[in-house]
């Protein structure tokens, strides 16, 4: 059940580092600074597929003030296993290895081959290129349909095929042979980059105790865990402190430079510094996964669906990472959010000598909007019915079975989030001139948040009264710049009755802060969200217990408000008082709780039943476009995107989430993506790889729906990653809506656009 | 009950930041370095009493780099109260304030009078020299006796007796006039320094989240509390990171530079290190407590006391600081271990304009050691009766009570301690030649362990295991040198069936470590010690009963050694697997817990009655010396220090603190002494100040007792304070045994020897 929504919660509180970053006073990762400080360099493969016949390190090592060039035999587990990270050790078949430091062979261009310690950036920049390796060039493949044919070159021992997925629900195949109308496509999307302003960075040093601390900006302190076992020390040796991020969006979800500095402090036993340069960062760092997505749809006359078989094969890239965790996200929401009686889903994913690809905000479930929300628009055209009215004839609802058998048991919003995001477009603008025209589009989307049920997530928090009643609140939650610190504050000032104002809050520091997990799949405010509320609901018990027998009353009848204890007839006892009165009981002023998510059985695909998700966030946007027909150029007039967040805790918070995600969206819809030729990043600066501008998107217009039905607290749910889901199929939709031709391949470039208007010629 | 000695605990174990120390790889407080960092300097008052009567900062703040000048009004909150620090605000009548910066008035020599920050360590020292003060000297008074007399300056206002405390046990005028025999001295101590190799140091800056942290230092990392104070900020805005000690002894008990830089960062919002040099350190930081101790003891012809009078007047220098504290401790000890039947203690403490007097390792029980022990010399010279005979006819035992009516109830060692310590000094040597003379001496002592019962003393730990089966200890707790941290991971591997070496420990971060209070008064063993034991019993619980649902058997009947479960049977599950288990289970891997120390009613000193303290530990000092009748220099050649430490958890540990607390307490004996000339300090360097080198003491021989009955952890007791109390009159004795005079001033300097022996003629 949902509680009613506090006026706390509803706060536009300014997230607390705001100021700090304003003024340029918040030490990011590469500003940290230790006494006798090294600096390190990475050398890596020029090739994107290679054999390494000899590796010669003289003229570095022989380079005055390098410290320590290390190889792949200097590594003591050459080993990085690239699983869940953190919480559990129970993924099995998902673990899947990459090489810390190329052994033999290198698989992508970029591939880190050698590592420099020197005095200086500049020493270690200049010794990584005096390491000497002499490649074999080898043959590659750089496309999935092309490894997975007979007699590709074989990335790996055992074949191409990474993992394979599927799905059946009632009979796809007869269904669609009797429907009246079916809708076929074939759309491909891109590999892009996370592009965040700030690239990959991070200091390590070892502590007196012998611990060796890495302060870096990353979304997972568990990593901890994985410099350990590439070090070979026990857990305990390792800690990671996470810094404010400039951007993570995935992006910083696996390893970046954690491990090296690991291996190169404990090698030199000094601190040491390692920031990669954007072309480093967009060279070989992981990328969103491209796919190929084939969808046939059939439906009756009156617009319902009756069956879909989807077939998606992924790029993995050169290594596994986290491909077959995004290949369940696809699966699972291929079908989107409807009501489809027939099923069919078959996934791919493929190794080629590709950059590697892996988590990025929206994690596979994104790419899927494409797919299914071009099919519905296609389907509407068709049927020539509103596309709001199609969707609402086919959203799920709650109580129905996603296609792979997991009951909804919260409210689904879509119908409602598509209505009020197309509604809110207003009156069509007039185009500006005659050669524009207008369209409109429209994309729905089912995001899960929370992490899949049989990896047994969880989070803890440890929360605490200041004898003056101030209160601190203690969690590993990196925050990526969403603002989950000041959420989380904003849940311990609503529980607790306390001003914002009087809280603080500190994160991320995988020895002293408890452990609450990663912050990717939109877990944090549900998983540390329900971490806090618990703790400070056992504070809550405790310091109330105590202020009722200072009332002399019953704990049930205190509330704590402002600061104070208050009865129900308006007697008050301060909360330093309160405290003082615990010290001399003997009572704790704090309160460690530990949130484990409902657990679940293992889905099966095959026959139906189990649950994946915890539960799923929907939503809505709606664009409206003008076209320019003689360049083919894009550009989105408006743009309302709707989610139902359960609760918006920190509403500004929520529209910053929206607004940003969706302007992400429109990036990947518009204009971002990794040109590789034949392996080759030709997209590895800023002026290459094109990210939008505040000058490239419209004011985007978030709308909140409250259903108070998420399992976060207070009924919210997750809304991280679900906003930049929708906006590059309701842009296509947009312009086949403007100039009826329709674009199966992202980005929505004005040469595609040219292309398909006829202004090019066939390409 | 006292549990069986664990064979755990007997490990020698090397504390784990001994590799990195002898490397010199510790980083200390002042090694730390952060970007745009500024350094700090203090500008100090040359005289001891004084009025301002204007300050001129212009030329400092013109210099370049000077980034802050700051006076006492630019301080928020210009007081610093002296309570008890951390625990507890109940301490009422024993606050006592400081200025934070001199306001109109100084009242030492190097009172703090202005700060200056600025870009180089140089230009600080500088600006410092460049702030011109107008003073007016006024006159002062130097002695406490002269202090109390009628007319004397007035250092405060309320007059110069800052405490006096008054002991009333029977009619001891009456049974001292109706005794066989009376002894009656007067012995005067002297003010020492705690003269540590690393002087106050510590950085401060502020975190993107608001956060003012203070890398310090430090014996107390609750001291945060006292920034927020004067700062005008709650207390969850300050955060004190307790750093390695290179010495603390109660002179890292009160505050040094923490607010100081917490001024300066928060006035420039750039990081601020503050170093003081050797010479402000030892001119203007707290210093032991002198004390004038005027005893008469009368005893029966048999040597069994029957009645003492104690007069003690101590000297606190300018300011209040622990004054009233250091007084209950001297006044609850002053009749020492021994059984008075009649008892009159009467003791002061006075303001003056000599530097202030706070703590330090022995902490008022230190210095009345002098005082019961030349009395209980005198006795057995007087009655020829053997210096360990009259004190086991005298000494405490198990269930009597001290003068104040605290019963004692565990066991009390004295006659023990005093038996084989006097025999280990084995055969007599002779002398090296004829002009030598051979003397021996004893001297026991009670010193508590654990805060004054009425401050409701508490401490906090929270342990959790790696899924490798490695563990993470988190306590407050800072360790000053003394071998806490390994102590506390040694009662961890005790519990938990871990090698020492599976475990890492985290402390003294005032924010992200349990607090667990501070490190003083012999009470981190104690209440750390019990705060751990119990956060590892609770782990275990946890721990254990996941392990008993996997082999299928009851839990009591479950194991935990070398890293496994193992069952009555044999049966193993090991730590990992458990650890999974409990994972999937959603049962917690960590546990936090809260140790109360037993609380109490305030003592009643004129009624008797009550408690003051948790506990007690007892010991006793022989030494030989050699006494060169014509130079009048003392060699103690051999020492023996025995103490009941109840149980020895790391026996290396427990030695080493003996040692070195018989080393200092040799110096305290024989050497060091702050030299002051009307107020002036005459001892602010090395070369003045003199402490023990490893060529003026002997080696000093520990013997270990375990009763098995103390109060912390398997019946440890504290010993971090009480081997440093017996040796002065212990040599005391030994050269009124040598050469029949006896020295009633600290310290038995060969001038003070020599004038005894008439050597010098009257001085």
Chains 1, 2 share one sequence.
């Not at 990043?681 to 002026?687: H, Q, R």
Request: hydrophobic residues 45%; glycine residues 10%.
């Amino acid at each position: 059940m949902a509680r009613p929504a506090a006026p706390s919660l509803r706060e536009r509180l300014r997230v607390v580092d705001a100021w700090d970053k304003a003024q340029a006073r918040t030490l990011y990762a590469a500003d940290w600074q230790m006494p006798g400080m090294l600096h390190a360099a990475v050398a890596r493969s020029p090739y994107p597929s290679a054999r390494i016949r000899q590796i010669d390190t003289s003229r570095a090592r022989a380079l005055p003030g390098v410290a320590a060039v290390l190889l792949a035999q200097d590594v003591p587990h050459n080993t990085l296993w690239t699983d869940v990270p953190g919480q559990t050790s129970e993924v099995g078949p998902l673990r899947a290895r990459i090489q810390v430091l190329a052994h033999e062979v290198v698989r992508f261009q970029g591939e880190p081959v050698a590592l420099v310690a020197a005095e200086t950036r500049e020493i270690a920049l200049q010794a990584a290129e005096l390491i000497e390796v002499q490649y074999d060039p080898q043959p590659g493949v750089f496309d999935p349909e092309a490894a997975l044919a007979a007699g590709a070159h074989q990335v790996h021992e055992g074949g191409n095929l990474l993992a394979r997925l599927a799905v059946r629900r009632g009979d796809p195949d007869r269904a669609l042979a009797q429907a009246d109308v079916v809708i076929e496509s074939v759309n491909r999307c891109q590999f892009i980059d996370h592009a965040y302003l700030e690239p990959e960075a991070g200091v390590a040093w070892i502590e007196s105790d012998g611990v060796l601390t890495i302060r870096v900006s990353t979304q997972v302190i568990e990593h901890y865990r994985d410099v350990a076992e590439v070090l070979g020390l026990p857990q305990n040796r390792v800690r990671v402190i996470g810094t404010y991020l400039g951007g993570g969006f995935g992006g910083k979800e696996d390893v970046t430079v954690e491990v090296f500095l690991g291996l190169l402090a404990w090698r030199t036993r000094r601190p040491v510094k390692m920031i990669w340069s954007r072309q480093e960062s967009l060279l070989a760092r992981p990328k969103r996964h491209p796919f190929i997505l084939r969808y046939r749809t059939g439906a009756a006359r009156d617009g319902r669906l009756v069956a879909q078989a989807v077939d998606l094969l992924a790029d993995s890239g050169a290594y596994a990472y986290l491909s077959a965790l995004v290949l369940m996200y696809a699966t699972v929401t291929a079908a989107g959010p409807y009501r489809v009686p027939h099923v069919a889903v078959d996934a791919r994913v493929a190794y080629t000598n590709n950059p590697p690809t892996s988590a990025m905000r929206g994690f596979g479930a994104m790419q899927m909007v494409l797919g299914y929300e071009s099919q519905m628009d296609q389907l509407a055209r068709r049927l020539a019915i509103d596309p709001v009215e199609l969707r609402a004839r086919n959203a799920l609802a709650k109580g129905d079975e996603l296609p792979i058998g997991q009951p909804l048991d919260t409210h689904v919003a879509v119908i409602e989030a598509a209505r009020r995001a197309w509604e809110a477009l207003g009156p069509r603008r007039a185009p500006s001139t005659p050669a524009h025209r207008i369209g409109r589009g429209l994309a729905c989307n089912i995001q899960p948040y929370g992490r899949i049920v049989w990896l047994h997530d969880w989070a803890s928090a440890w929360v605490g009264f200041e004898m003056d009643g101030s209160l601190v609140v203690r969690t590993g939650t990196p925050d990526v710049g969403g603002g989950q610190a000041a959420s989380l504050c904003q849940i311990a000032a609503e529980v607790l009755g306390l001003d914002p104002g009087r809280i603080s809050i500190h994160i991320a520091d995988s020895a002293l802060t408890p452990l609450a997990g990663t912050t990717t799949a939109t877990r944090q405010l549900y998983m540390s969200g329900n971490a806090v509320l618990r703790a400070c609901e056992g504070l809550r018990r405790q310091i109330v217990d105590v202020a009722a027998q200072m009332l002399e009353t019953h704990a049930h009848t205190v509330a704590l408000a402002a600061g104070d204890a208050v009865t129900q007839d308006g007697r008050r006892v301060s909360l330093p008082k309160i405290l003082r009165e615990c010290a001399r009981l003997g009572v704790s002023r704090s309160h460690l709780a530990v949130y484990h998510a409902p657990a679940g059985d293992p889905v099966d695909l095959e026959r139906g039943g189990g649950r994946v998700f915890p539960d799923f966030t929907f939503g809505a946007h709606a664009v409206e476009v003008e076209v320019d027909t003689e360049t083919g150029a894009v550009t989105v007039l408006r743009h309302v995107a709707c989610h139902d967040v359960g609760r918006a805790i920190n509403p500004q918070s929520v529209e910053g989430q929206i607004q940003g995600g969706a302007v992400m969206g429109l990036g990947y819809g518009l204009m971002e993506e990794v040109v590789l030729d034949h392996g080759v990043n030709l997209s590895t600066l800023f002026a290459t790889y094109l990210i939008p501008t505040s000058l490239d998107v419209p004011d985007v217009e978030p709308i909140i729906i409250e259903s108070g039905e998420g399992k976060g607290p207070f009924g919210a749910r997750g809304i991280g990653e679900p906003p930049i889901a929708p906006p590059a199929a309701a842009v296509a939709n947009a312009v086949d809506d403007a100039v009826g031709v329709r674009i199966t391949e992202l980005p929505v470039t004005p040469e595609r656009v040219a292309r398909a208007l006829g202004l090019l010629g066939e390409g």
